[in-house]
């Protein structure tokens, strides 16, 4: 079955370390994004990558970085410099370098906790 | 600022009854919209979309309806069911730079069977 699969589904992180977000997709797609969702907010572009080895910033990219070494994995890291991290985060991926007119396919989310 | 706004956080409904769910955005630039269900634990799928040059498109019990001069669109579910329950996203993206779609804040709504 083809999806995307971000792992873990919670995380606990100490303040002042860097923890590293898996996402990984198995639909072949060009295009991969991050998001963070608060709670009575919507989704918020933190990054997004439409091709190998080239990602751009997105509205809230600040405390955060990505690589994207290969097509299919598009991990997150969050940096100490994350001022308030605590937060749900969804990776998406979309074919042919953006969402068409089917949107994005989302993973389940990674549910990060600072403590 | 939000650009895109679901003012109501939650929507109970009757089985059987219509759904109703509101949104409304601010950028006059917005010209492409979806429609995101979402389950507990799992990600948002995909439901419905419609461009600017339509003000209304139709998928079996879901419709969703556009008004450029009042920037606000709407989801209608008829009739409703119980598996309808879930939390339901807007999105918007402006002239087709599908990398970047702004999200509402989301309605959950509970269908009663």
């Known amino acids: 079955d083809g999806g995307i699969t971000q792992s873990p589904k919670y995380l606990f992180r100490k303040e002042g370390q860097n923890v590293t977000l898996s996402c990984e997709q198995n639909?072949?797609?060009?295009?991969m994004y991050w998001y963070r969702q608060d709670p009575g907010q919507g989704l918020r572009l933190i990054y997004y990558s439409q091709i190998v080895n080239d990602f751009q910033k997105g509205d809230i990219a600040e405390g955060y970085s990505v690589s994207r070494e290969k097509k299919e994995s598009f991990p997150l890291t969050v940096t100490s410099a994350q001022k308030n991290p605590t937060a749900f985060y969804l990776c998406a991926s979309s074919a042919y370098g953006g969402a068409n007119s089917y949107g994005y396919t989302f993973g389940s989310g990674t549910r990060l906790t600072v403590v | 600022d939000q650009q895109v706004k679901q003012n109501s956080p939650s929507l109970s409904v009757q089985e059987g009854r219509i759904s109703i769910l509101n949104c409304d955005y601010t950028n006059s630039m917005f010209d492409y919209f979806l429609w995101y269900k979402k389950y507990p634990a799992e990600g948002p799928t995909f439901l419905i979309s419609i461009s600017s040059i339509k003000d209304k498109n139709e998928d079996g019990r879901f419709t969703v309806f556009l008004n450029k001069s009042a920037k606000h669109l709407s989801l209608h579910i008829v009739p409703s069911q119980p598996g309808d329950s879930a939390v339901y996203f807007c999105?918007?993206?402006?002239?087709?730079?599908?990398?970047?779609?702004?999200f509402g804040s989301g309605t959950k709504l509970n269908v009663k069977p």
């Open positions: 999105a918007a993206s402006a002239r087709g730079n599908f990398n970047k779609f702004y």
């Open positions: 639909l072949n797609h060009d295009a």
